[in-house]
């Protein structure tokens, strides 16, 4: 599922590359200094309606620290959206959906004619609400991932994360702190166990060029961990582990086109080291440590 680096997804890459580990797209760049501030006449017009919509290119795939694929290129093309039902003063309400796929070029046979063949891996949509109240934001979601080999597997998740927006505090720096809470619900758990309860808290120390060569860009360097709150990484023999996963990364976000009366347009670039606990390791051959590298386009309208 995208939630697992793109909290980071990445809120990200998630919430450019966010699931890595569920990274979200960046926001978009500020406006240039001389384009003149929107009317207040322009401002209530807003379209209550927003979409964004992006690929990720990764050399390798952890559902939340659990291992998927790791051969080749993988490509996971999303499409975000959200409607305005209500927005006054410093609150609004909005209602979100989002669809997250993830393509694979998986080996399919034994001879060799049959060597690679470029498919859908993984398919997740979500729906749910946005809260947002002053410079706080949940998100209440649910979420459903279907993976497609053997037969295939849909896991269904309650999600709520919250985020805070901390950029007035601290200027050109800002950490972006969220915390992130799933229950899975339903036959199938995305460790093959039990439903599980997981938590992932994670921040985004991040710094905005004002001039120079990389003006307006921003780097940050996402961090975030995933926990087992109840039974959420369990090994193959049954054992539960509080750790999941770990990781830090750099992120470059790139503004392309920044026309909010239009689009914005923006590039990433990054990479992650990933450290996975006992569980995790275990459905990555014992492997604990791995560097993923991305790139992302967004676009937002």
């Known amino acids: 599922m995208r939630i697992n680096l793109k909290t980071s997804a990445c809120a990200l890459l998630v919430m450019g590359c966010q699931s890595l580990l569920g990274q979200a797209p960046s926001p978009p760049a500020s406006p240039p200094p001389e384009a003149a501030p929107e009317s207040e006449e322009a401002q209530d017009e807003a379209s209550p309606f927003h979409i964004t919509l992006g690929v990720d290119v990764t050399n390798a795939y952890f559902g939340r620290g659990i291992f998927q694929e790791d051969r080749a290129a993988i490509l996971q093309p999303f499409l975000e959206a959200d409607f305005t039902l209500l927005e006054e003063d410093d609150f609004s309400l909005a209602i979100t959906a989002g669809l997250w796929n993830s393509l694979h070029r998986m080996q399919v046979g034994n001879t060799a004619d ?133 990781s830090i990364g750099a992120m470059l976000d790139i503004p392309l086109l920044a026309d909010p009366s239009f689009c914005c347009v923006n590039m990433s670039l990054g990479a992650h080291a990933l450290w996975l606990g006992p569980a995790a390791r275990e459905f990555n051959s014992g492997e604990g440590l791995e560097c993923i590298l991305c790139a992302g386009l967004t676009i937002s309208f």
């Open 114 to 246: 049959q060597v690679f063949l470029t498919r859908l891996y993984e398919h997740d949509w979500s729906a749910g609400f946005r809260v947002s109240l002053d410079r706080w934001t949940a998100d209440l979601s649910w979420l459903s991932a279907t993976t497609t080999p053997g037969g295939g597997s849909t896991t269904n998740e309650i999600d709520l994360a919250i985020a805070f927006d901390d950029t007035e505090n601290t200027g050109t720096w800002s950490l972006q702190p969220q915390i992130l809470f799933g229950m899975e619900m339903g036959p199938a758990a995305g460790d093959g166990g039990r439903n599980g309860l997981y938590c992932e808290l994670g921040v985004a120390p991040s710094y905005t060029f004002a001039d120079g060569f990389l003006q307006d860009c921003t780097l940050s360097f996402p961090t975030s961990v995933g926990l087992s709150l109840a039974n959420y990484y369990e090994s193959p023999s049954g054992r539960n582990d509080v750790f999941g996963w770990a």
